[in-house]
């Protein structure tokens, strides 16, 4: 095998040929045996289909090009053999390894990590058990009714759109058909105190379990919450309040010294804080909320759509064909945005993790060796369910004066029995027959002689589909947009993994609160907010 | 006074000169003096400040050129006066109206236009105390517990935003203090019956008020989601399901026709979906969750914003310079996209808001003449409170390759009364110190000699800042930003008011669901969907 090279993406011979390949028009390209042509499978069921993108074989040839000159799938190989990927930090990147082996063994300093994950996993999900058996309690002997997960970003994000996305799943637990929470489940994220306010109304402190999570164990946010938590907890007469506490967190963090906690379950700095859903990150709160075996069937997702995206062939990978087509789109076609568009309610705050997932992994503008890129990189990402959109920024998206490319999601079914025929269709069939219009809608638009009218289509989107939303699929999905994310940045050639751009607030934060100093700027933002030291 | 005349931006002489002005840098323009001096009242004690944004004093000249030659204020008086400016639709824009008088009577057809939405408020208000009080029950006798509002686009997003906003908020009602909504109130938007099913989980169909909402009467989700609704209320034993329904909508509209249900509050053809938080869309969920006293000190803010908005000149007038300095970024700097960023969690919903108000309102490409425009339009909206986006998407902001303009939005105090001091400060003093932080660290940056480590600065941002979050400043704001909306819509010379881009999508529906016509891709992708008929 050649030797693995890195180099920036204007250095690539396929894309300065892409650059001169002439751009087809979506409308001309469009149709039926194009579609069926345009399929990949993601894994657990999902296909991505891209037959309205404006992609055609000249173009695809080269992006095929650009894919073989960056040796995507060789990186992605040597990511899953425990590679020094995150180059500025020095890390291997390893949350492909939480739901199943592709790589090499890997194993620092004589401990294997795969065994690691598994042991955590085994163990956030044997007290996930205990916790519902009822021979884990609070400090007072009553059964947990509620958890709350306290973490932001990375912590809060994925574990939380997971979390919604299957408040409608049926599953089997503990011998019983079940639907929604074992337990009462909320979240904490926001420094704001209303945050904490509002998501502790209504819950008993002497049956409410906590959740804190914070891989470096210093997150100020999450830190403050936990704070906010104990002071509750005691005030609501639990004596012992880190009793009613487990953390999540790395080995090596000051909150994994503490043996006051109920219980500790760890990760390590080989899993990125936006690539932690399927961790302890994510695991522990689902395993709780909804029983291990969910959460292990949300890893077998994710572990069929991570093998299928070792393919090398595009036309054979979705995650490798959405990178390359979103490359060409972000850097050929000068498109700043991409919005995420899942016609499934239970997706609703899909678009929010994905907008963390992509934009702090590629919004860089060095290379992986931290030199300055001469093209763009990640876009803007946004994105509500439909149909709701339709009501609301579509207008934009079908006629302003940029062009956004669109990625909708659906599901043949719905999660809930709750349909209902009314007016000739039910309400699935109407959300679907909504999607299959949007897509031809905005691919085609429409001649109109009144210009208000008219509709001036070639607004791309792909389409990734099917059956049902359920653990499987959920994972699958996950880690597709991960694995897109994570072709891109090497396509880029940035560190997807590494987020220095969140570092010189947090240094700022640390100077107002510690008076200010002499920055009259600083001093004047910090008076003009109140901030009382 | 002169005429009002009707021109695209593109024959404005200011705008052709403000191309020509060199631009600032930034870093070099910021200073404490600045900070003092960009204070611009926006109504209730919110004050918006744009001395982070890239204006200098020949810029400004060349803004208020374009607001005096674009006779924005003039127009503006004539939207209040009653003038026809949803030219495409025919229709008068009377939002303004809902929140106080501040132009002449107008009476289509001899009716107060005024009164009408008086007799609303107060049809709408008695009907919230009727309910609070016990004299209205529902069908079996029982007082009502909870509500459901049923409705999708701007009859869901404002009133959703709105009533999360103020989940915090400590008002007197009925003579007691009180926090938290008088009932659980829940929403349903999406056609999707997911939607409905977990909206309905756990509520008690004895006891669940709807407020079914679709100014037409012919929303298809909003009927379908009616359905779902009246078949579980019948399943829950409820004889006349109607009779626990209230609609609002039109005093034409098929809903309105019906007797059975339990009462109908009215709007007219004269608030579009979108600026309808303020008129019965907006109040009658608000009064029933919070009381109508609650709603009505948010009618006096937004009233405010509304009268201070008629300044002519921009450095007095927040919504007015607002809008300048976003066309400047929009037209002269030609970034495609605005970050909105609340540091409160009570506004987690606003940007969503916003995002409809803004995107659909200004996604247009042709002029209020329809004839089509040779300038970029309304900006991609989007946004998450902090510090949560910190966490997230902060990365691509700070050292991303494409600059995106933010709107930052801070309150001095938080709502509740759950702060507490934790490692030497309050979390609300962690909250504000964060937001000071991230304005000057976008604002100036920091050179590092480390390309990875170096913060670029010169990102524009803005700041709303206030005493606290309530219902009078919470009116200021929604009003902001509506107005802010509106001048850019008349800077751009286009209708904000209509919606054309949504049409096709519906009718290509309809089509799908009739059994997709003859069209090989609309089938195509009807297939691939499941489509059933």
């Known amino acids: 095998m050649a030797r693995i090279e890195y180099r920036n993406l204007d250095r690539v011979e396929s894309f300065t040929r892409l650059l001169e390949v002439e751009r087809p028009n979506l409308s001309a390209l469009l149709c039926a045996d194009r579609l069926a042509e345009s399929e990949i499978p993601i894994g ?4 991505y289909n891209y037959a309205a993108k404006p992609v055609d074989q000249p173009i695809l040839a080269q992006l095929q090009g650009i894919a073989d000159e960056q040796q995507l799938i060789a990186k992605y190989r040597e990511i899953l053999d425990g590679g020094i990927m995150n180059a500025g930090e020095g890390r291997m990147v390893l949350h492909h390894l939480c739901r199943g082996k592709l790589g090499a063994d890997v194993a620092p300093e004589g401990r294997s990590v795969r065994e690691f994950y598994e042991e955590q996993r085994g163990r956030f999900g044997d007290f996930a058990r205990a916790v519902h058996g009822g021979s884990i309690t609070a400090a007072g002997g009553s059964a947990f009714t509620s958890i709350v997960q306290i973490g932001i970003g990375g912590s809060d994000l994925g574990p939380r759109a997971l979390f919604l996305a299957l408040l409608g799943h049926e599953y089997e637990y503990a011998g019983k058909r079940r639907r929604g929470p074992l337990l009462e489940t909320r979240f904490i994220s926001n420094v704001d105190p209303d945050d904490a306010a509002i998501a502790l109304r209504g819950l008993d402190p002497q049956t409410t379990l906590f959740i804190v999570v914070s891989k470096s164990g210093t997150t100020q946010e999450t ?21 009613q506490i487990v953390v999540v967190t790395s080995e090596t963090s000051p909150m994994a010294r503490s043996a006051d906690y109920l219980d500790s379950f760890f990760i390590d700095d080989f899993i990125g804080g936006r ?124 006629q302003g004066t940029s062009v956004i490319p669109l990625q909708f999601i659906g599901f043949r079914q719905n999660q809930s029995d ?15 027959a909504n999607l299959t219009a949007q897509i031809v809608a905005f691919a085609l638009g429409k001649r109109d002689d009144n210009a208000n009218k008219n509709f001036p289509g070639g607004r791309p989107s792909s389409l990734i589909h099917g059956d049902r939303l359920t653990p499987a699929s959920l994972g699958a999905l996950l880690a597709h947009y991960e694995n897109k994310v994570m ?23 640390k100077k107002v609160l510690a008076g200010g100093g002499s920055d009259p700027v600083l001093a004047g933002y910090a008076r003009l907010l109140g901030v009382t030291l």
Chains 1, 2 share one sequence.
């Not at 005691?234 to 880190?242: E, L």
């Not at 990178?323 to 568009?341: C, D, F, K, Q, S």
């Not at 880029?492 to 590494?498: A, G, L, R, T």
């Open 487 to 509: 072709f891109q940045g090497l396509i880029w050639n940035i560190n997807s993994f590494d987020q220095e751009g969140v570092q010189l607030g947090k240094v700022l934060t």
């Open 223 to 243: 830190l403050t919450n936990e704070a906010l938590a104990i002071r509750w907890l005691s005030g609501g007469g639990v004596a012992s309040p880190k009793k």
């Open 44 to 47: 657990a069921g999902l296909v």
């Open 275 to 398: 690539y932690s859903s399927t961790s302890a990150v994510g695991g522990t709160v689902l395993s709780l909320a909804y029983g291990p075996e969910v959460f292990e069937e949300l890893l077998a997702g994710a572990h069929e759509a991570d093998r299928l995206a070792l393919d090398p062939v595009a036309a054979n990978n979705a995650a490798l064909m959405d990178a390359l087509i979103g490359v060409y789109e972000r850097n050929v076609l000068g498109l700043p945005a991409t919005a995420v568009l899942p016609y499934s309610q239970a997706l609703i705050r899909f678009p929010a993790h994905l907008q963390q997932l992509d934009m702090e992994s590629n919004g860089k503008q060095v290379n992986r060796d931290g030199e300055p890129v001469a093209y763009d990189t990640g876009p803007i990402i946004f994105g509500e369910p439909g149909t709701n959109g339709q009501h609301s920024f579509y207008q934009l998206l079908h």
């Open 418 to 432: 709750a349909d209902l025929d009314f007016d000739g269709s039910s309400s699935q069939t109407k959300l679907t």
